[in-house]
């Protein structure tokens, strides 16, 4: 019989702040809750009201990041605090979602408690120092994400990683931790099909006008800048092609102001954060194709979203949208070069028959990733985890006595 589990998990983001790393703990803990376990979450609290999700939740206080107003630190007092609060709910385990405060406090939260810790390794930390911290020379910064990453993966009993390349990266860092794959999957709804012509029709779009969509955090690491530039060549195929640019964040400025120097305005239309209330299925629905080009992902869940909705995708395949890709017939994988995505692009806004054999075979290849098997792999790794440290077999426990 399955043991239903209690576990603490703890992040330093999670929504109203928007992005991959929120959605993918809101997937997990969703099925992990429907399947009868316990999964408290502690997350930072955002000046924003914010409808929680259903589940257990603790807002910790915090306070705004200097020069970043979507994120914010949570007081690790604070949290630590509730220790003997905590120790009465009787945990299984910790599961630490991000390497800020949350990484410090939820190892040592678990200590006091005496539970093994796993953590989920979402950030690739190499591409991520390089556009936050750019005063600092490339080799130095590389130096200090892998020393940065060995020493949090020594203090935890496993490490998830959402992709093959992201564990192979971790490896090569030289983490000898257990490393689990362990991709976030797509809830059921996310393939309930939206109204395409309702979102043209909120925003102006002809109903014929052919449609390229990029959808998700507008920040540099997500390589947006190239999506631009490359609509410069793939106007001069397609010209009254519509780059709709979907999501906020620090590069947003950036991304206009490189819009309007290039003399693509007419040709791009930024139309903010969608959620699941206010549009996105229908933003998904309405595009011909996604676009994609970051070179940072540890996983890429916004193809797949867009996948489940019919949408063919071009995009090129780094880091953890290589195993999104692999094997998928309902996109075409291209390099990073301009010439070459906008020759794909155009390719396949030119062909509705090609469009629409894409689209058939990207809802199938979405239907792979179901949130369901990937929440009972977690809890397989959960139960090996707390087996291991009961047989005194945990690497954090052995880091902890040497």
Same mark, same amino acid.
Do not use: K
């Given at each position: 019989m399955t043991k239903f589990m209690r576990i603490l998990?703890?992040?330093?983001?999670?929504f109203p702040r928007v992005n991959g790393v929120s959605t993918s703990i809101q997937t997990f803990r969703t099925d992990l809750v429907a399947a009868g376990h316990r999964c408290v979450l502690v997350a930072p609290a955002y000046p924003a009201d914010h409808a929680e999700d259903g589940g257990a939740m603790i807002r910790i206080h915090s306070r705004a990041v200097p020069r970043d107003p979507e994120d914010r630190?949570?007081?690790?007092?604070?949290?630590?605090?509730l220790t003997e609060q905590l120790q009465r709910e009787r945990f299984d385990l910790v599961h630490v979602q991000t390497p800020f405060v949350a990484h410090y406090a939820g190892v040592e939260l678990a200590r006091r408690l005496g539970l093994p810790v796993v953590e989920s390794y979402h950030t690739y930390f *190499?591409?991520?120092? $390089?556009?936050?911290?750019? !005063? +600092?020379?490339?080799? @130095?910064?590389?130096?200090?994400?892998?020393? %940065?990453?060995?020493?949090?993966?020594?203090?935890?009993?496993?490490?998830?990683?959402?992709?093959?390349?992201?564990?192979?990266?971790?490896?090569?860092?030289?983490?000898?931790?257990p490393i689990e794959v362990l991709p976030t999957g797509l809830p059921a709804d996310r393939f309930v099909a939206g109204d395409g012509a309702r979102f043209r029709a909120r925003h102006g779009i002809a109903a014929g006008r052919p449609v390229a969509l990029f959808l998700g955090r507008v920040a540099h690491e997500k390589n947006i800048d190239f999506?631009?530039?490359?609509?410069?060549?793939?106007?001069?195929?397609?010209?009254?092609?519509?780059?709709?640019?979907?999501? *906020?964040?620090?590069? $947003?400025?950036?991304?206009? !102001? +490189?819009?309007?120097? @290039?003399?693509?305005?007419?040709?791009?239309? %930024?139309?903010?954060?969608?959620?699941?209330?206010?549009?996105?299925?229908?933003?998904?629905?309405?595009?011909?194709?996604?676009?994609?080009?970051?070179?940072?992902?540890?996983?890429?869940?916004?193809?797949?979203?867009?996948?489940?909705?019919?949408?063919?995708?071009?995009?090129?395949?780094?880091?953890?949208?290589?195993d999104v890709l692999a094997g998928a017939q309902g996109?075409?994988?291209?390099?990073?070069?301009?010439?070459?995505?906008?020759?794909?692009?155009?390719?396949?806004?030119?062909?509705?028959?090609?469009?629409?054999?894409?689209?058939?075979?990207?809802?199938?290849?979405?239907?792979?990733?179901?949130?369901?098997?990937?929440?009972?792999?977690?809890v397989a790794l959960y139960a090996a985890v707390i087996a291991r440290?009961?047989?005194?077999?945990?690497?954090?426990?052995?880091?902890?006595?040497?």
């Open positions: 998990m703890i992040t330093d983001v999670y630190l949570f007081s690790r007092s604070r949290l630590l605090a *190499e591409h991520y120092f $390089q556009h936050y911290v750019p !005063a +600092l020379p490339p080799r @130095l910064l590389q130096l200090l994400a892998r020393r %940065f990453t060995r020493s949090q993966c020594r203090q935890v009993d496993a490490v998830i990683s959402p992709s093959r390349q992201m564990a192979d990266a971790l490896r090569e860092y030289g983490v000898s931790t999506l631009v530039r490359m609509l410069g060549r793939l106007r001069e195929r397609v010209p009254d092609v519509l780059l709709v640019i979907a999501g *906020e964040g620090p590069a $947003q400025a950036h991304c206009r !102001a +490189l819009v309007d120097s @290039l003399g693509l305005a007419g040709n791009v239309l %930024f139309v903010g954060y969608l959620d699941r209330r206010n549009g996105l299925g229908d933003c998904y629905r309405a595009a011909d194709v996604f676009v994609f080009a970051s070179r940072t992902e540890t996983q890429g869940l916004v193809l797949l979203e867009a996948m489940a909705q019919g949408t063919p995708a071009v995009s090129t395949a780094v880091m953890g949208t290589v996109a075409v994988v291209v390099p990073e070069d301009e010439t070459a995505f906008a020759a794909a692009v155009a390719t396949v806004l030119g062909d509705p028959a090609r469009r629409a054999e894409l689209s058939a075979h990207a809802i199938q290849d979405a239907r792979n990733w179901s949130s369901r098997l990937m929440a009972d792999r977690l440290r009961a047989a005194g077999c945990s690497p954090a426990l052995q880091s902890q006595v040497a």
